[in-house]
C-alpha cells in the first residue's frame, strides 16, 4: 500500500511496520508520514522504542521529534540514556531538542559525557536548540569539546582540565591525542600526572602525542623513556607461544602471527595419526616428546627475540 | 661516482654507434636503461631519426606490455613530435592507471591542441593521477574552462580545493564524481568543500557520504551537513545505513556444530583452530577405543559449542559509527 494513503487512512501500524522497509527513501517517507498525523501517532510510537529493530526505533523517534508531544519526554530520555544503538541515541538526543523540553537538560548533559562522538554532537546541538547556554566553565568545556571546538576548549585553561581528562575514556584515539595535545597547552600539576599517564596509552599516536606534549606539562624528559615502557602491551607471550608448540606444533607460530603456523600443525597431525595407527598411541607420545621440546625451546628464542625487537 | 660518470660516458657514446647506424631497434632498448640521462638521450635520438623511429614507436605501443608502453610514452613526451598524438589519444581509456596518467602528461608536453577535447573528458577519470596529469596539461595548452562547471572539473584536477569551493553551486557536479574516488582523503576534500558552499543543492550526495566506508569520511558528512542546511533529524539514519561487517550468528553456529571450533576461527579467535584439532583426536581416539558409539557421546558437546558460537555472535557489540 503505499505511504501516502495509509497516511490519509491514519493507519499508523501500517505505516510503523514500513519503517522497516528495504528501500531507505520509504522508511523516511513512512517516518515523515507518521510525523504529521500528530498526536494521535505518539502513544503508538513510544511502543516499539524498545525490542524493534534499529530502523524501526530511528523511524519512530524521528516522528516522535516532529510531533513533539510531552509525554515522549520521558520515554525518549530513557532510550537517550540506555539504547545499545549510536544512532538510535544520537536521534533521541535530536528529537529531545526538537520539542524542547526542559527535563531533557539534565540527561542531555550527561550525553555529552558519552563514548560515542556522533552522541555527543547532537546532545550539544540539541542544547543549544533548546537555548541552553553552558553555567559553569566545566559545562562550557564538555560542550566545546563535544562540538569539537579546540580553540574554545583553549581558551579555558585550566578550569578545562577535568573534563579533558574525563573525556580521555573515548575510544577514538585521535580525539584521545588532541586532549593530550591541549592538556599539554594548558599545563600544571593535573595535566602533569595525566601526562604521564598517557604515555602508556595503548595507541601509537596518542603515545607520541604525550611525549610531544610532556615538556609543556613539566614531565621531565628522562622520565619519558622508563614511562613509557611501562605501557600495557597487547603482544602475545612468549610463554604462551612455547606452551602452545609444545602441545599443538605450528600454533604456536599461527599464535604468533606466522601464516605457515597452520600449514606446520596439519604436518604434524597428520605424521601423530600416521604413527599412532602404526606403532600405536603411547610409543608415539614417547617418540614425541623429545621432537616437540626442540621445537618449544626454538619458539621460546623466537618469540622472546621478536618481543625484543617491537620494543 | 667516477665509475658511473664513465659508464653513462660509454652508454652516450654507444647511442651515437646506435644513431649513425639508425638502429631503431637498439636504441628503443636503450629507452629501458636504469640511468635518466641515457634515457632521455636515447629518445632525442629517436626523435632525430624522423618518421621511420616515429612508426617503430607508435607500432610498439600496440604491444601489451604495460612497463614498455610507459617508457615509449614518456620517449615521445620528450621527442614531442605531434605524429602519435591520435594514438595517444586512443590510450586515454587504457585500462592501466599509470599508462592513462603517462598518456595525459605526454599529451601536454607534446602540446597538440586535437589533445584539448579528450583531456577535458579525463577531467572525469575515477583515478586521481589521471585527473592531475590532465588538469596540468590542459593548462600547458593553454586551455581557458568556458563554464564554471568546467572549471570546477578542472580545479578538481589539480586538488585546488579553495578555489573549488569559491565556484559555489557550479561546483557541486565535479566535486559529486569525486565522492567514490578509491582514496578516503580524496572523498574527506570533496566532502567539506560541499560543506564550505552551504549549499541545499548538496544535500542528496552529503546524505549518501554519511553511510561512507570510511568513518573519517562519516564524520566530515555530518559536520558538512549542518552547513548545508539539512535537519539534524535526517543525520542518524543516514549514518545508519553504513556498511557493517557483522559476522552472521548462523554461520558461526552452523560451522560449530559441523567443524566444532572453526565457528570461533570464524568469529577470528586464534585458538578456534585448537579446538578443531582437539576435536578431530577426540574424535580418532573415541572412534578407536569406543567404536561407532563416539558421535553420540560428542553430540550434545557440538549442539553446547554451537549454541555458545550463535550467542557470542548475538552479542558482538557493533562497532562504533
Not at chain 1, 604456536?252 to 601464516?259: A, I, R, S
Amino acid at each position: 500500500m503505499d505511504i501516502e494513503a495509509m497516511k490519509n487512512a491514519q493507519d499508523i501500524q501500517g505505516l510503523i511496520r514500513h519503517l522497516d522497509h528495504g528501500k531507505p527513501d520509504v522508511q523516511w517517507r513512512a517516518a515523515d508520514a507518521l510525523g504529521s498525523l500528530g498526536e494521535i501517532a505518539c502513544e503508538p510510537l513510544l511502543r516499539p522504542l524498545v525490542y524493534h529493530r534499529v530502523n524501526v526505533r530511528i523511524g519512530a523517534i524521528e516522528a516522535l521529534g516532529a510531533i513533539g508531544s510531552p509525554r515522549s519526554v520521558e520515554p525518549l530520555i530513557k532510550t537517550l540514556m540506555t539504547d545499545q544503538s549510536h544512532e538510535v541515541r544520537w536521534v533521541a538526543a535530536v528529537a529531545l531538542g526538537e520539542i524542547g523540553d526542559k527535563r531533557a537538560i539534565p540527561p542531555l548533559l550527561a550525553s555529552l559525557k558519552d563514548d560515542n562522538r556522533y552522541v555527543r554532537y547532537g546532545s550539544a546541538r540539541a542544547l543549544g536548540e533548546m537555548g541552553w547556554t553552558p553555567e559553569t566553565d566545566e559545562e562550557r568545556a564538555y560542550y566545546s569539546l563535544a562540538v569539537q571546538d579546540w580553540e574554545a576548549v583553549k581558551k579555558l585553561g585550566a578550569s578545562a582540565t577535568s573534563p579533558l581528562i574525563d573525556m580521555l575514556k573515548v575510544q577514538h584515539p585521535a580525539m584521545r591525542a588532541r586532549i593530550v595535545e591541549i592538556l599539554g597547552s594548558i599545563g600544571g600539576a593535573v595535566a602533569e600526572r595525566t601526562c604521564e599517564r598517557i604515555l602508556r596509552d595503548p595507541d601509537e599516536n596518542v603515545r607520541w602525542s604525550g611525549v610531544l606534549s610532556s615538556r609543556n606539562c613539566g614531565v621531565p624528559p628522562s622520565r619519558l623513556p622508563l614511562e613509557l615502557a611501562q605501557r600495557s602491551r597487547t603482544r602475545p607471550s612468549v610463554f604462551g607461544a612455547t606452551l602452545l608448540n609444545f602441545f599443538f606444533l605450528g600454533l604456536g607460530y599461527d599464535y604468533l602471527g606466522k601464516w605457515w603456523g597452520l600449514v606446520i600443525l596439519e604436518i604434524y597431525l597428520l605424521l601423530f595419526l600416521i604413527s599412532q595407527l602404526l606403532v600405536g598411541l603411547f610409543r608415539t607420545v614417547i617418540m614425541m616428546i623429545p621432537f616437540m621440546a626442540v621445537f618449544a625451546v626454538q619458539t621460546y628464542f623466537m618469540a622472546k627475540k621478536e618481543a625484543a625487537l617491537a620494543g | 661516482m667516477v665509475e658511473l660518470s664513465n659508464q653513462s660516458g660509454q652508454k652516450t657514446a654507444d647511442i651515437e654507434k646506435l644513431t649513425a647506424a639508425k638502429d631503431i631497434a637498439g636504441l628503443i632498448k636503450t629507452l629501458h636503461s636504469d640511468d635518466m640521462h641515457t634515457q632521455s638521450e636515447a629518445a632525442k635520438a629517436l626523435g632525430s631519426l624522423g618518421p621511420a623511429a616515429m612508426d617503430v614507436l607508435i607500432q610498439d605501443l600496440t604491444k601489451k606490455d604495460k612497463e614498455h608502453h610507459l617508457v615509449i610514452i614518456k620517449a615521445l613526451s620528450e621527442i614531442r613530435d605531434p605524429t602519435p598524438v591520435p594514438v595517444l589519444i586512443g590510450m586515454l581509456k587504457d585500462q592501466n592507471s599509470e599508462v592513462r596518467w603517462g598518456v595525459a602528461i605526454a599529451l601536454g608536453e607534446i602540446g597538440d591542441s586535437r589533445a584539448t577535447e579528450p583531456l577535458i573528458a579525463s577531467l572525469r577519470d575515477y583515478d586521481k593521477y589521471v585527473r592531475y596529469g590532465a588538469a596540468v596539461s590542459l593548462q600547458m595548452l593553454g586551455w581557458k574552462p568556458p563554464t564554471d562547471e568546467e572549471k570546477a572539473f578542472f580545479l578538481v584536477g589539480l586538488q585546488d580545493w579553495q578555489a573549488v569551493g569559491a565556484l559555489g553551486d557550479s561546483a557541486i557536479p565535479a566535486l559529486t564524481t569525486i565522492l567514490h574516488d578509491r582514496h578516503s582523503m580524496v572523498r574527506i576534500k570533496a566532502v567539506e568543500t560541499l560543506g564550505g558552499i552551504g549549499s541545499t543543492r548538496a544535500i542528496p550526495v552529503l546524505m549518501q557520504s554519511l553511510a561512507d566506508e570510511d568513518s573519517d569520511v562519516r564524520w566530515a558528512a555530518v559536520l558538512a551537513s549542518e552547513k548545508s542546511g539539512i535537519h539534524p533529524m535526517h543525520l542518524p539514519r543516514g549514518l545508519s545505513l553504513r556498511p557493517k561487517k557483522k559476522k552472521n550468528p548462523l554461520i558461526a553456529g552452523f560451522l560449530n556444530f559441523i567443524l566444532p571450533g572453526l565457528g570461533y576461527a570464524y568469529l577470528a579467535k586464534w585458538w578456534g583452530v585448537m579446538i578443531y584439532e582437539i576435536d578431530i583426536f577426540a574424535t580418532v581416539w573415541l572412534l578407536q577405543y569406543w567404536g561407532t558409539f563416539s558421535y553420540e557421546a560428542l553430540l550434545p558437546i557440538y549442539i553446547l559449542l554451537a549454541a555458545h558460537a550463535y550467542y557470542i555472535t548475538v552479542k558482538m557489540p557493533e562497532t562504533a559509527p
